[in-house]
């Protein structure tokens, strides 16, 4: 009856809806024109200003604001003193940088697999993955879900490891009615445009530990300090030191102004993904050849993204064939995402097939429907609707 847009038949959409995007109004513009117009550019008063926003937000003491979430992750790690030959314990299951961080200090990612519920790392299979030489564990709030952060906890005083959250998905979701953010040693959110507020590029990491916030903005500005109380010599008004090797990793104050008027809708963007997320649960429930994401008890997520999982037995096709099908549709799905070993470059280090078979199965089957707070009501049943005609299409 209804043709397939891939066979030929008219697509769900005339106009294709992105997976996730910014959403950038005047007041946002504004701000970052009146930066334009100011003394300055780079480290300028919007960067202490946003800094103590996201702190006081997620309830952390400190926070310390770096040119994108991957430079946050890397300054996270030295923070930590991962150093060569450290292992550090990951999810695969996540963007590249979480692990490529460890690599930068010279550590080993060790990868733990995922719970097949909720997609984050599986709790009981972390302590198998501790050896002499683990220093710290990156556990990645998937999707907005928080982890258990108290289980992680308990396993990470018991052997003495740092825990260094990747928050990129989940600034604004919740753990135990409290904002993500404050439990980890650190945590590191990340400001790209589909992530939940934006300032471009753009990272952050929070903590509630002096000696690592002095260490990240260490980091940040090539291992150099201006205070002459740290110095082993003083030559005069003009003199600094290198003490650390650092790198130029500052976000500017232009990208903090806009994040710093982001940040005033962001509940408002968190209750939009919520809203949209409930629409999604509850049409797509009914689709019995898909799984819709489960949440635990402890999280209120913030919904970063949105992953079904396809029942592969159910249907006559692969998640290929359901994923260009719905392209054609003009719905803009995506995967989220490759097991992170899985990737050539850590294949080549010596990582193989089979390690995680849970991640490996999962992304076997996961898509990632479109996901953004500017999402209209039609966009919405644009979405579960080519999801429908595609689903029905080639079902057995
Ligand atoms: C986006 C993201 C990052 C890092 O983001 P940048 O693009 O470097 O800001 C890290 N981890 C995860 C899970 C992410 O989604």
Redesign the pocket.
């Known amino acids: 009856m209804f043709d397939l847009a891939i066979n030929g038949g008219r697509p769900i959409r005339e106009s294709y809806l992105a997976y996730g995007k910014q959403w950038i109004d005047d007041n946002d513009i504004k701000a970052v024109i009146d930066v334009l117009k100011s003394d300055y550019l780079t480290t300028g008063p919007y960067v202490r200003k946003f800094e103590q926003c996201i702190a006081d937000y997620v309830g952390a003491k400190y926070a310390v604001a770096l040119c ?4 946050a ?1 890397h300054a996270a790690c030295f923070a930590a003193e991962i150093e060569k030959d450290d292992e550090v314990i990951v999810s695969p299951m ?2 590249a ?2 692990a490529n961080c460890v690599l930068y200090c010279g550590g080993k990612p060790v990868f733990c697999d995922i719970d097949p519920k909720t997609y984050n790392i599986d709790i009981n299979q972390i302590e198998a993955k501790i050896s002499n030489r683990t220093k710290a564990i990156i556990p ?1 709030d998937f999707s907005g879900q928080s982890v258990d952060m108290d289980g992680i906890r308990k396993i990470a005083d018991k052997y003495g490891l740092v825990i260094i959250e ?1 928050g ?2 989940a600034l604004g979701s919740e753990y135990k009615g409290e904002k993500v953010g404050n439990k980890a040693d650190m945590t ?1 959110f ?3 445009p589909v ?1 939940p507020v934006t300032t471009g ?3 952050i990491v929070t903590t509630n530990n002096e000696v690592y916030y002095k260490r990240l903005e260490l980091f940040r500005t090539h291992g150099i300090i201006r205070n002459r109380n740290q110095m082993s010599d003083y030559q005069g008004p003009w003199y600094y030191e290198q003490l650390e090797l650092g790198y130029n990793y500052r976000l500017t104050d232009i990208e903090c102004a806009l994040g710093y008027s982001q940040m005033s809708r962001i509940e408002e963007f968190i209750a939009r993904r919520r809203n949209i997320v409930k629409i999604y649960n509850e049409e797509i429930e009914n689709i019995s050849q898909v799984i819709i994401p489960y949440e635990e008890g402890f999280s209120n997520s913030g919904w970063h993204i949105y992953i079904i999982k396809l029942k592969l037995n159910e249907l006559k096709v692969g998640r290929r064939e359901i994923f260009e099908a719905l392209q054609a549709e003009n719905i803009g799905v995506n995967v989220h995402y490759m097991p992170v070993y899985l990737h050539p470059y850590y294949k080549k280090l010596g990582y193989e097939k089979g390690i995680c078979p849970q991640s490996e199965s999962l992304y076997e089957s996961m898509i990632t429907l479109p996901l953004f707070p500017k999402m209209g009501e039609q966009d919405i049943y644009d979405v579960v609707n080519a999801l429908k005609k595609v689903i029905k299409h080639y079902s057995k």
Not at 68 to 71: D, E, K, L, R, V
């Open positions: 994108n979430g991957t430079a992750l996540t963007f940088a979480s990645v990747d990129a998905h590191e990340s400001f790209h992530k590029e753009g990272g």
